[in-house]
């Protein structure tokens, strides 16, 4: 499959506010393609299209305001992209939420939440927007999973579930699409530095003393810069990669994952204890 070229297409880029999808905005400016942004914070992604203006003042941008946890709003984003980009060179499914608790401290209606912003946008996106792929030769999608699709750890049920099924139906679009020319590339991004720690729901059964201490365990993860996982992205779109891991917090738990299928769950489950209990003040440890 010959190199993606970047200037001169559309990309849409979905969870565009903030972190890596706001990151890849700039990166995919600068490399000569229009947006069109996706994000449910519109104050963030207005502050996002002035920056892009500013500094690249040649380039089309768009934005559309869209909740994905709603049907609704994601077939009324599909069909608003459609009408007005009847091409798309670039789709990128970025936007994610995060859930932490075990599964029996998380309602069905939180953890589907979950699966419909993680997963059933992107598909549904990605279906609705194939015509328009394969209207534009040497097409790209990206789905975003994590390191939570490649490990499963106690505390993240929908969110590892909803990333493991990303993962799935990436691997078999990659597949599917190649002989339409549309290259698919699956990430798994470590600790990046995001807004997802402060932004991730709580179970609603998860005891309010267990709240903070696991926030900031999660949150001492991120510590890789979106700017760069940005552009480690869009180099492997022009590459055409199946697959791109970022950080050593994503590669590492991967290798386990795969010289050790069972065994790593118990090296995870230690490590996460640890932490959690490390994370807590001694008055959280005395009750």
Do not use: C, W
């Amino acid at each position: 499959m010959t190199p993606y070229v970047f200037p001169g297409r559309t990309a849409v880029v979905t969870g565009a506010a903030s972190g890596i999808g706001e990151q890849l905005a700039y990166g995919l400016a600068g490399r000569g393609s229009d947006l069109v942004l996706v994000d449910v914070d519109a104050a963030r992604l207005t502050e996002v299209v002035e920056r892009l203006h500013r500094v690249h003042p040649g380039r089309t941008v768009e934005t559309i305001v869209a909740d994905l946890a709603d049907r609704a709003a994601v077939d009324a984003l599909a069909a608003q992209v459609l009408a007005a980009h009847p091409t798309v060179g670039l789709l990128i499914n970025n936007a994610g939420i995060a859930l932490g608790g075990r599964f029996d401290q998380v309602t069905t209606d939180e953890f589907e939440t979950v699966m419909n912003v993680n997963f059933r946008a992107p598909m549904l996106l990605t279906h609705a927007l194939l015509p328009a792929l394969k209207a534009a030769p040497g097409s790209h999608l990206v789905n975003v999973s994590s390191l939570f699709g490649l490990i499963a750890p106690a505390g993240q049920s929908a969110y590892s579930a909803s990333k493991f099924a990303l993962r799935g139906l990436s691997q078999a679009l990659h597949s599917e699409l190649a002989d339409d020319g549309i290259g698919v590339t699956t990430v798994h991004p470590g600790g990046i530095r995001t807004r997802i720690a402060e932004s991730a729901l709580v179970g609603s059964g998860v005891p309010a003393d267990e709240v903070e201490p696991n926030r900031k365990v999660f949150a001492k993860l991120l510590s890789f810069p979106a700017d760069k996982a940005a552009i480690q992205i869009l180099d492997a779109v022009g590459r055409r990669k199946a697959r791109l891991l970022i950080a050593t917090s994503a590669k590492v738990p991967d290798l386990l994952a795969r010289l050790l299928p069972v065994a790593h769950e118990r090296i995870v489950r230690a490590a996460t204890s640890a932490s959690v209990s490390r994370a807590r003040t001694p008055q959280e440890v005395s009750r």
